[in-house]
Each structure stands twice: as structure tokens, then as C-alpha cells.
């Protein structure tokens, strides 16, 4: 079931009810997870089983590594649960790549090979689950957290709704605290929780499901467009990303936030980034917290030599790109952003220095390498990409325009407009202006009521993917 | 706050948007109606028009039936409601709107496999007909057909005008700009074919014979020729195109056969086939190629009504 389907809409006040209906803590949760599985199962059933699968391997390894009293046994515990999810996370989502791999490699050798590829489904929201039940088992281990006895809050923690598909990767901690403690109602939550789903939907409907209309048109036919398409759509998929799991992320925020939950904020004004490094900090913030954390400072950090440093930010970025999926376009992706990493903190330019004309200048060279780099990222291979990079400097001429390209344009433009204001009004006059959270009930209401309108009107209601389901 | 004074609020501010949605449909149909282009020859389609011939269909019916050609050879008044990527579905409703003032003598249906026949996402077909949802119950039948929940969604004004905004606007600012003539009529003027790459793929689209047939088309299709006045004669007309093509029509064919419904096939004529220069592009004729058809299709409709001794005139 995903969030933009009148299926949902009609399944979340349906929880929303039987939830705060309920009185008693354990049930509740009981409940919560009941839906979280009913929630998965409709996407299918199958999946739903390796979902189980791995709850089971996180829960008793989580048993095992707080009650062992060996290091060793524990370090032998982390890392057979490690093993066993990454695994399931390996066979899903890289074995046909690996296979790819090894094939060219038999190719180059002379030694035959063969294209056949394996039928294999990837589990929507698998990455997200894996990566949530690794973080618990290291959480575990360091002592951080004690290992959940109840099964049913671990299982809802690694299989909470709002977070199954596609995050935030919250940590155990934070989760577990919270299913542990009950929820009264209080009509704030809910409010606040309803204007975080209302601007998701915003960002999803109006804009990045229009976008997606040129986007796929030109990027499905780089060799019909010239470089100022491509570069226009290049630029609108920036966008389309940003609002997609910006959108979905607040829809997750949204929906725990209605039931009283409160979970890591995931965006912060992105493209408004004065460096990548600064990008980072703000894009998808629970999984470059969860890198920092669980690759990074493994790794050992920064608190090694200046090499070692690069090479630590190198690693995470590398696995970054790995984990968004099984192709070269993200490995050169993750790989980019590490060396742009790089290059800034050799440079002391991961901060700005510099007054209102240098920042707008750096926000302006942050976008355009964080644009290039999202090109590597959507197209389907590197050649593609060097191809369209090629065709944006050397063939010039008016954007494509057409039948349904028209209308995409000009409401992409209408939902980058509104987009924009809020963005900046928030970054750079965060106590002026606010809309949803103003202190005059007309103007409140009047956001509302208009945002809603916007939505009706302008939004495209074909119930399409979220791009990090696909992860 | 509590959970009356939550249920409270929420309860106003649902009022609230649906006060605001009936206000905003208000001036949605003030735009409309004074939007000018498509939505201008729309509202002349469905409130004015009183010509004896119409011509329904996509935008090879838009491009293809010179009305000023057809009306001089059959001595009638000619409208052509062709509608861009609209089909069967449009049509229907169309038609029982135009029923309910007058009957036309001739109903000319150009007929095409994409979007008469081939199963594909019909709720895109419902666009122009979102204004007449709950004014007339065929219409409103044909929502439920296409889409179960649509009894719904049809509540809120906003979403019955769905992705018209920009364009309503530009419209109505600019109600100067008009790409159709009169009556009706669109003409693409020159061809493309040499200059434009991406047609290659359209080329390659024309024998594509593979095809899902859509029931719900099929079953609009036949309640098209079943609600069809008495007075009024129909044909189904498939309009030329720059190759050859090996589409099965042969469940259209067979319905216009059951109905006593003339059905002229032009797909494959040799007068226009692999002939370039009355072309548009692969599908469309330009307005040499139009007026050429048009011709052809006045003079054989004439001997077909002269051989049959039908008087459609009086």
C-alpha cells in the first residue's frame, strides 16, 4: 500500500482511531504491528516472510549478544546476524549484478560467459529494514541499547509502517523508548503530524509526479533532445528527487507524528547546501547519520591521518552508492560525491566564509555538481550519462515542448514557485514567516485550505511509486 | 488540546475547504467559459452547435475533415468536433450531451486503434467531460464504468478540473489565441517527415498489430451505435495514414454490419499511401492531404446515400 493511493487515505484514520481507541500500552502496539503487517502484505505476502525472517535473525542474535559473557561470542553473535541479514539484502539486490560482473570478467578471459539473468523480485522498503536491523545488533553490541526481550516492539521498531518503505532509518533507541512508553492523545500531535502529510503530499502530487512526465520523456530519449532539454530536464530531476522522498519523508514523519511517535527529520533544505559535505548534513539525513555511524567512524573518522580521512569519506560514499542499488551508474555516483568530499575538505571550503554573494555563489556551485552527479544516478548507464553531459555542451536549441510536456512545464514551474519561497522563507527568515504555524487562525487556515485546493487541482493522482521504493 | 477540541476544528476546517472547493468551481466555470481555444470550441460543441453534419473523433479528425469542403458537396452545415487524443469514450459522452438538444443528420465517427480499441488507461478520455458529470445520467454511468470510485471524487470541484489550471489561465488571458477555424477545423500546414527523428518510432508504431482489446471501449462503442437517433445516419469512417497498416477493425466492422452502419475504410487507399508531400507527419494529413480526403470521403458518401435512395437532406 503506498501513501499516495485513496487505499491509504483510507487505512491511516482507520488506525488512527482503533489506535487511540485502545487503552492499554501493549495492546496498542499489538495492534500497530498487526497493521505494519497488513500495511507490507498488501504489496505481497512474500515479502512480508523475508521480513519475518529477518526480524527473527536480529531478535535472538540481539538475546544472544547482550546475555553472552564472552567478547568473543558476542563478536562471533554480531557478526553471524550481520552476515545473515546483509545476505538476504546481497541476494536480493545484487546477485543478477555480481553475476553481471563476474560474466564480463569470464568474457574478458575468453572463457564464454553467458547473459542469462536471475528472475529475482527486489522486496520493496528491504534496504531500509536491513540497514534499521543492523544499527540495532551494533547498538546491541556497543552497549548502547539493551537487547528487546518483548519480540512484538522489536518486530514493530524493524517493521513500523510509516518507516517500512523507504525510512527514515531511525534508530532502535529512539523507537523502542517510545513503544515502551504510552501515547496519550493529544490533538497537537495529530495537527502537527497532518501538516507534515499535507506539504508531503504537496511535494509529491503537484510537483515531483509532474516532473517525472518530462524527465522520463527526455531522459527515455536522449538521442531525439538537444543539450538544453537535457540540461532543463537534468535540472527538473534534481527537483523531482528531492520532492519525491522529501515528500514521502514527511508523509512518514506525518503519519507517526499523528500517532503520538516522533521520528528523525529527514530533509532540511537540500539544494540550499553551501558545499556537498553541507549537503550531506542536510539530504536524507537518517542514512548519512546512520553512514557516519555505523562506516564512517568504524572507519575511524576523522580522528586518523589526513589520507586515511579521504580515504574514510571515500569508503562511506562508496557504500552509499552501493546501497542505493546494483548498477555502476550509483557506485560512480556514491564515488562522486565522496571526491567532491574530498576535494572541499582539502580546500576548507566545506563551510562558507563569505557574505550573502559568496553564499549565493556556493549554493549555485553546489547545485550544479549536486545536478551532474543526480544525472549519473537516474540514467540507465555511464555512457548515457557521459553522452547527455556531452550533448548539454555541444548541441543547443529550444526545450522541448509536446503534447503532455507542456503542461508537465508549466505546472513544475507552479510547484517549484511555491517550493522555493517556503524553502528560502524558512532557511534564511526562519522567525518571519510561517504559514502552517502561524499565530493568526486565518492565516493557518487559509494555508491549509489553499494547499489542499492546490493539491486537488494541480496534483496527478495515478498512484505512481516513490524513486526510493525502489531501494 | 483535547480530543473535542480536535474534533471541533477539524469539523470547521472541513467545512471551511469544502465552502472554499464549491467557491473555487465557481470561478473554474467562469475561466471556462470564457477561456477561449479548445475550451471556446468545447462549450460551442456543447451548448450552440446546431450544424447537420458532425464529425467526432481524435486529432486525426481535427486534422483530416475539412468541414467547408464536406458542406459544399453535400450541400449540409459541417462542425468538426475531433478532439486531441480523445476517443471512444469522449465521444460517448459527447454524443449524449449534443442528443439532448438536437440530433444531427450525419455522425461521422474516424475511428482509431489506440483509442477506440486498445485497452489503456480510459479515465484520461473523462477530461472534458468532468463539467457534465451529474447533468446527465449516461454520462454519469460512464464515470462509474471507467472508475468505481469516481462517485467520490467528482464530490470536490477542484479535482474536476484537475490539471486544467495553467491552461485555463493562459487561455483565458490569451483567449485571443485560437488554433481552430470556425468550424471546428484544424490544418497542419507542410510536412515533417524528412526533418523529424523521433517520427522514426511512429513509423514503427503503425504496424504494430499487437493489441489488448478494452471491453469497456467495445461496450461504449455499441451503446454509441444503439443510442444513435433514429434520424441520424452514422458511418465510421478509418481516415488514411502515410503506410500501410494491418490493424484488425474487425470487431468495429462487425458491429457497423449487425447495425446497418456504413463503415469506409481509407487506411490502406492507395491515393494516400507512402505519399509524402499530403502528409503532416506519419499519421496526420497536412491540409493539401485533408482537403484531398475530404473530397474523396464527400463524393462517396453522396453516391452511397444517391445509390441507397436515402433523403437525409430534408
Known sequence: MLFNTLAFLLFFPLVCIVYYLINNNNLRTWFLLIASFWFYSNLSPYYTLILLGSIIVTYFSGILIDTSNSERKKKLFVFLAIIINVCILLYFKYTNFLVSILNDIVCAFGWGGTKEQFNIILPIGISFYIFKTISYISDVY?????????????????????????????????????????????????????????????????????????????????????????????????????????????????????????????????????????????????????????????????????????????????????????????????????????????????????????????????????????????LPSVNDTMYAIKKIFTSYGMPFVGRDATPALEYCALGLLF????????????????????????????????????????GVFDNSQFIYMQF | MSLKQFSIKFLVFIILLFMADQFAGVLFRKLESKAGDKYARENYIRYIMNEDIIIMGSSKATYHYVPNILSKELKMSVYNCGQKGNGIIYEYGRLETIYKRYHPKIIIMDVIKGYDLEKNDNSRYLDFLKIDYGTNKSIDSLFYAVDKYSK????????????????????????????????????????????????????????????????????????????????????????????????????????????????????????????????????????????????????DIKEFLTNNHINITN
Open chain 1, 142 to 378: 556497543k552497549g548502547k541499547i539493551v537487547a528487546e526481550k518483548d519480540f512484538h516492539l522489536l518486530s514493530l521498531y524493524i517493521s513500523f509502517f510509516p518507516q517500512l518503505l523507504a525510512g527514515p532509518i531511525e534508530r532502535a533507541g529512539n523507537m523502542l523508548t517510545q513503544f515502551n512508553e504510552k501515547v496519550k492523545f493529544d490533538g497537537y500531535n495529530i495537527t502537527s503530524g497532518l501538516k507534515m502529510m499535507l506539504w508531503g503530499y504537496f511535494l509529491k502530487l503537484v510537483f515531483a509526479d509532474r516532473a517525472i512526465i518530462y524527465v522520463d520523456a527526455i531522459y527515455s530519449n536522449l538521442d531525439n533532445h538537444n543539450g538544453t532539454s537535457i540540461l532543463l530536464a537534468s535540472v527538473l530531476y534534481s527537483f523531482q528527487i528531492y520532492c519525491d522522498f522529501a515528500g514521502y519523508s514527511l508523509l512518514s514523519i506525518g503519519v507517526a507524528k499523528s500517532m503520538g511517535y516522533n521520528v528523525m527529520n529527514n530533509f532540511n533544505r537540500p539544494y540550499l547546501a553551501v558545499s556537498v559535505t553541507d549537503f550531506w548534513h542536510r539530504w536524507h539525513i537518517s542514512l548519512s547519520t546512520w553512514l557516519k555511524d555505523y562506516v564512517y567512524i568504524p572507519l575511524g573518522g576523522s580522528r586518523c591521518s589526513k589520507i586515511r580521512n579521504y580515504w574514510n569519506i571515500f569508503i562511506t560514499f562508496l557504500v552509499s552508492g552501493i546501497w542505493h542499488g546494483a548498477n555502476w551508474t550509483y557506485i560512480v555516483w556514491g564515488c562522486l560525491h565522496g571526491i567532491l568530499q574530498i576535494i572541499e575538505k582539502a580546500m576548507g571550503q566545506q563551510k562558507c566564509k563569505y557574505g550573502w554573494f559568496g553564499k549565493s555563489v556556493k549554493i549555485a556551485v553546489t547545485f550544479c555538481l549536486i545536478n551532474l552527479a543526480w544525472m549519473f544516478f537516474r
Open chain 1, 419 to 458: 517550493l522555493i519561497i517556503k524553502d528560502v522563507l524558512d532557511e534564511f527568515f526562519p522567525n518571519r514567516f510561517h504559514f502552517f504555524d502561524n499565530d493568526s487562525i486565518i492565516v493557518r487556515y487559509a494555508s491549509y485550505i489553499f494547499i489542499c485546493l492546490l493539491i486537488l487541482a494541480a
Open chain 2, 152 to 299: 467520490y471524487k467528482m464530490l470536490l470541484n477542484c479535482y474536476r478540473y484537475n490539471s486544467t489550471l495553467c491552461d485555463l489561465l493562459i487561455n483565458y488571458f490569451y483567449r485571443s489565441r485560437n488554433r481552430f477555424s470556425d468550424d471546428g477545423y484544424s490544418a497542419l500546414h507542410g510536412s515533417k517527415i524528412k526533418t523529424s527523428v523521433s517520427q522514426k518510432t511512429e513509423k514503427n508504431d503503425m504496424n504494430d498489430v499487437k493489441m489488448e482489446i478494452d471491453p469497456i471501449k467495445i461496450k461504449y462503442l455499441k451503446k454509441i451505435v444503439l443510442d444513435k437517433p433514429k434520424e441520424s445516419f452514422m458511418i465510421f469512417v478509418l481516415s488514411p495514414s502515410m503506410y500501410e497498416k494491418s490493424v484488425d477493425y474487425n470487431c468495429i466492422k462487425q458491429i457497423c454490419k449487425q447495425n446497418n452502419i456504413l463503415f469506409l475504410d481509407y487506411s490502406n487507399d492507395n491515393r494516400f499511401v507512402g505519399k509524402e508531400y499530403l502528409f503532416y507527419d506519419y499519421v496526420h494529413l497536412n491540409e493539401f492531404g485533408a482537403k484531398n480526403f475530404s473530397k474523396i470521403l464527400a463524393s
